[in-house]
C-alpha cells in the first residue's frame, strides 16, 4: 500500500455539512405522516404493573395511542432481555421504560406521557454496591470472554516476604455516557419490512437484534446509521429506542421519531458499573514488582449479567512472578451497566496505576523509572512476546516533552501563592483487535472509484480514513475515490467499539481494493463498472493470538487551592504508541477527547445514587458534572512512529478508548504530589480534600 493519503491531515469529508446543520441525524430526516414517541419511565424500582390507565392521556389533543404492556406487539423472547420491551408487567430498575405515547407532535407526545396513570406492586429493593453485599458472586467469565480470575506463582507468599508493599483500595462511582445525540430513531414499517434511521455504533448488529425481535428476516430490516453525534460504548448494541420507536410504529401503523430524553439517558442506555477495587503490590527495594493482586468488585441488574472486566488491564501491563486477579459481581435492582470509553481497563487502569504510584513513594522511586523497570517485552498473562509495546518509549518521550526531570519527588514541595502545584504521571495500554468485515470496491468507466461498507463514524473521523486508506489501495488520488457507509443494505461490518473499527473496516477496505486492481489489471472491460468484494473473515480468524496493544504515558499538573481545595488541571499531556495514525487530526481529537473524559472521571462526573428511591439524583447535566473547555486549560496529544508488521494491513492500532486509559490516575497522581493527601475514591472533590487533613 502506497502511504499519500494516509498519514495526512485532511479535514473530515462530512465536516462541511455537520457545521452547516445539513448532516442528517437519526430523527432529522423528513418523513411524510411521521409521529412522535415520547417514553414513560417506571416510578418504582423493583415489582409489577398493577394497572395503565391511558384514559387521560389518550383524551389529550394530538395523542394518537399509548402502547405499553398490555397492548405492545410482540416480541420474539431470548434476544437480550433488555430489548425484551413491554412484553411484561414486571418492573426490574427504576426508570424502565414501560410506556411510549404516540401523538402527532413532540409537545403532544410529552403532555400524554404525564397523563398515563399507572399503578405498581412495589417490593424491596437493592440498588447499592457495596464491599459486603450478600449478593457478591463469581461470574463465568468477565466481558467479552476472559476468565474471572487469573493465579501464577503463589501470590500469598510472595506478598509476605517482600520488603515494600502496598495494599490500597479504590472506588470509582457509575458514570454516564452523554453523547450529544442522546439515542434517537425515525422507524417506519412498510410491506412488513422495517425501515430505521437510527443513532448507533454499528448498523449491522442493530439489524440483527431487530430482526431476531420482530422475527424477521435480516433482509427485511434495514438500518441507517449516516451521521452518529458519539456514542463512546453507549451505542454498540440496539438500545431501548430503536425496539421503542419499532414498536410503536407497528403498533399505530404511521412512521415514529422517538428520541431518548437527557435524563432518560441515566438508566435505559447503561452506564459505566461502579467498582471498588483492592490492589495488592509487593516489590524489593530496586522497585521491581515480585508480587501483584487486584480484586475486582462490580454490580450488574436483575435483568442480565454484565460482567466488566475491571482487573484484566493489571494481568498484561507490569511483569511480577506472583499474580492474582479476581472479579465479583453483584445482580442488584438497577439498570444493566453497558460499555463506557475503555470498559475495564479505564477503571482498572486508575487503581492499578494509582497503586504503582504509591508503590513509588513506598520505595522512593521516581514513577516514571519505576514503570520503565517494571516494563517486560512478553505478555505476563500469555507468556508471549507482546508483537510491539513501547510503553517505555511513551514513558521517555512524555517525561522529555512535559519536563518531568525538574521535578522534586516530595509531595507539597510546590507552591504558588494560595496553590499548592504538583505533577502525576500514569502508564496506559488497551488491546488492538480486529474482526471481519466485508467490503465492496467499484472502478466506474469515468476513472472514478466507489468504496462500500457498513462502517459507522460516531463522530470519529472514521469515514474520512477509510476514504484515506482506499485511495492508497486503489493507488489513485483521493479526490477520485467516494465512500459510502453507515447503511446495514452496504456489505456487513462490526461496530465502532473496542478501538477496533478502522482496524476492522480498512482490512476489508484495502482486500476490496486489491482485489478490484487485479481485475482491473486483468484486463476486463472497462466501458462498465467493475466490481470487487472482500470478505475478511478466513485472514481475520486466521491470525495467530499474539498480544497486540497499543500503549500511552500520560502526564498532568495540578493546582490545588490549600484553603478550600479547590482543584484544576494546569495542563495534560499524553504520548501514545498506537501503530499508524491514518490522519493527525482526527487521531489527535480522538486522543484529546479520551484525555478530557480521564480528567473529567478524576475530578467531576459521579452518578449519586439513592438507595431509599433507587435512582440516579443528579440524571441531568445540571447536576452531572462534566469537564467543560474552561477547565481544560492545556492539553497536547502525541505519538510515536510505530511500525508493527503483526497487526493488520493498515497497521493501526486503535486511537478510540486508549486516550482515556490512565488519564484518571495521571491526575489523581498529581493531587497526591500537590498536597500530600491520597483521594482513592473519585471523583476527588475539594470536601474530600479538606476533610482528609488541613491542606494549608
Ligand atoms: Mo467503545 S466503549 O468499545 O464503544
Redesign the pocket.
Known amino acids: 500500500m502506497s502511504t499519500d493519503a494516509v498519514g495526512r491531515a485532511y479535514p473530515r469529508l462530512e465536516g462541511r455539512e455537520k457545521v452547516t446543520g445539513t448532516a442528517r441525524y437519526a430523527v432529522e430526516y423528513p418523513v411524510d405522516g411521521v409521529t412522535y414517541g415520547w417514553a414513560v419511565p417506571s416510578a418504582v424500582v423493583r415489582g409489577r404493573i398493577t394497572r395503565v390507565d391511558t384514559a387521560e392521556a389518550l383524551a389529550s389533543p394530538g395523542v394518537l395511542a399509548v402502547v405499553h404492556h398490555g397492548n405492545a406487539p410482540r416480541l420474539a423472547p431470548g434476544v437480550e432481555a433488555d430489548l425484551w420491551l413491554l412484553q411484561e408487567p414486571a418492573v426490574h430498575y427504576r426508570g424502565e421504560l414501560v410506556a411510549v405515547v404516540v401523538a402527532t407532535s413532540l409537545e403532544a407526545a410529552r403532555e400524554g406521557a404525564r397523563l398515563v396513570r399507572i399503578d405498581y406492586d412495589a417490593g424491596p429493593h437493592s440498588t447499592v454496591l457495596t464491599e459486603d453485599h450478600p449478593g457478591l458472586y463469581t461470574p463465568d467469565h468477565v466481558n467479552p470472554s476472559y476468565p474471572t480470575d487469573t493465579e501464577e506463582g503463589d501470590f500469598d507468599a510472595g506478598y509476605a516476604a517482600a520488603p515494600v508493599r502496598v495494599d490500597a483500595t479504590y472506588r470509582t462511582p457509575a458514570y454516564h455516557n452523554n453523547p450529544m445525540e442522546p439515542h434517537a430513531t425515525t422507524a417506519r414499517w412498510h410491506d412488513g419490512r422495517l425501515l430505521v434511521h437510527d443513532s448507533n ?1 454499528g448498523a449491522s448488529s442493530v439489524r440483527a437484534a431487530l430482526a431476531e425481535l420482530f422475527e424477521l428476516p435480516r433482509e427485511s430490516v434495514r438500518v441507517v446509521t449516516e451521521h452518529v453525534g458519539g ?3 453507549s451505542k ?1 448494541y440496539a438500545k431501548a429506542a430503536v425496539v421503542l420507536a419499532a414498536l410503536a410504529a407497528r403498533h399505530v401503523d404511521r412512521p415514529v421519531k422517538l428520541a431518548l430524553t437527557r435524563q432518560q439517558l441515566f438508566g435505559p442506555v447503561g452506564y459505566r458499573t461502579p467498582t471498588i477495587q483492592r490492589v495488592r503490590l509487593a516489590a524489593d527495594t530496586d522497585g521491581r514488582l515480585t508480587a501483584i493482586c487486584h480484586d475486582a468488585m462490580s454490580q450488574s441488574s436483575t435483568i442480565l449479567e454484565f460482567a466488566e472486566q475491571t482487573a484484566v488491564y493489571t494481568r498484561s501491563m507490569y511483569a511480577a512472578p506472583h499474580r492474582r486477579t479476581t472479579h465479583r459481581l453483584v445482580r442488584l435492582d438497577v439498570a444493566t451497566p453497558f ?5 475495564g481497563e479505564c477503571p482498572g487502569a486508575y487503581a492499578l496505576e494509582s497503586a504503582i504510584d504509591e508503590l513509588a513513594v513506598a520505595v522512593g522511586i521516581d514513577p516514571v523509572e519505576l514503570r520503565i523497570r517494571n516494563d517486560t517485552d512478553v505478555d505476563p498473562d500469555q507468556g508471549r512476546p507482546f508483537t510491539s509495546r513501547n510503553l517505555a518509549a511513551c514513558l521517555r518521550e512524555g517525561a522529555e516533552r512535559f519536563g518531568w526531570a525538574d521535578r522534586d519527588p516530595a509531595p507539597r514541595a510546590r507552591r504558588d501563592g494560595r496553590w499548592l502545584i504538583g505533577s502525576g504521571v500514569a502508564g496506559a495500554s488497551y488491546p488492538a483487535r480486529a474482526r471481519p468485515a466485508c467490503a465492496t470496491a467499484t472502478a466506474r468507466p469515468d476513472g472514478g472509484f466507489h468504496v462500500r461498507i457498513n462502517a459507522t463514524d460516531i463522530g470519529t473521523g472514521a469515514r474520512t480514513a477509510l476514504w484515506q486508506v482506499a485511495a492508497d489501495a486503489l493507488g489513485v488520488p483521493p479526490e477520485r475515490v467516494g465512500i459510502s457507509i453507515g447503511d446495514s443494505d452496504l456489505p456487513n461490518a462490526p ?5 477496533m473499527g478502522t482496524a476492522s473496516w480498512s482490512w476489508a477496505v484495502i482486500r476490496a481494493c486489491e482485489a478490484l486492481r487485479g481485475k482491473l489489471r486483468d484486463g476486463v472491460p472497462t466501458d462498465a463498472e467493475v466490481s470487487a468484494e472482500a470478505d475478511t473473515s478466513e485472514e481475520v480468524g486466521g491470525q495467530p493470538g499474539l498480544p497486540r496493544y497499543a500503549y500511552g504515558a500520560q502526564f498532568a499538573e495540578v493546582r490545588v487551592d490549600a484553603t478550600t481545595g479547590e482543584v484544576r488541571l494546569n495542563r495534560m499531556l499524553g504520548v501514545f504508541a498506537a501503530g499508524r495514525v491514518v490522519n493527525p487530526t482526527t487521531a489527535r481529537s480522538q486522543l484529546i477527547g479520551g484525555m478530557t473524559m480521564g480528567l473529567s472521571m478524576a475530578l467531576h462526573e459521579e452518578g449519586l445514587l439513592d438507595e431509599r428511591y433507587g435512582d440516579w439524583v443528579n440524571h441531568d447535566l445540571a447536576t452531572y458534572h462534566i469537564t467543560g473547555c474552561a477547565d481544560v486549560e492545556s492539553i497536547e496529544a502525541y505519538w510515536l512512529d510505530e511500525h508493527d508488521g503483526e497487526l493488520n494491513p493498515a497497521g493501526v492500532k486503535g486511537i ?2 486508549i486516550g482515556i486509559v490512565g488519564s484518571a490516575a495521571a491526575v489523581a497522581n498529581a493531587v497526591f504530589h500537590a498536597t500530600g493527601v491520597r483521594i482513592r475514591d473519585l471523583p476527588i472533590r475539594l470536601d474530600k480534600l479538606i476533610g482528609a487533613s488541613k491542606l494549608a
Not at 460499555?339 to 470498559?343: K, L
Request: proline share 6%.
Open positions: 455504533q456514542g463512546f460504548g454498540g460499555w463506557m470509553r475503555a470498559p461496530v465502532a467499539g473496542g478501538s478510540g478508548e
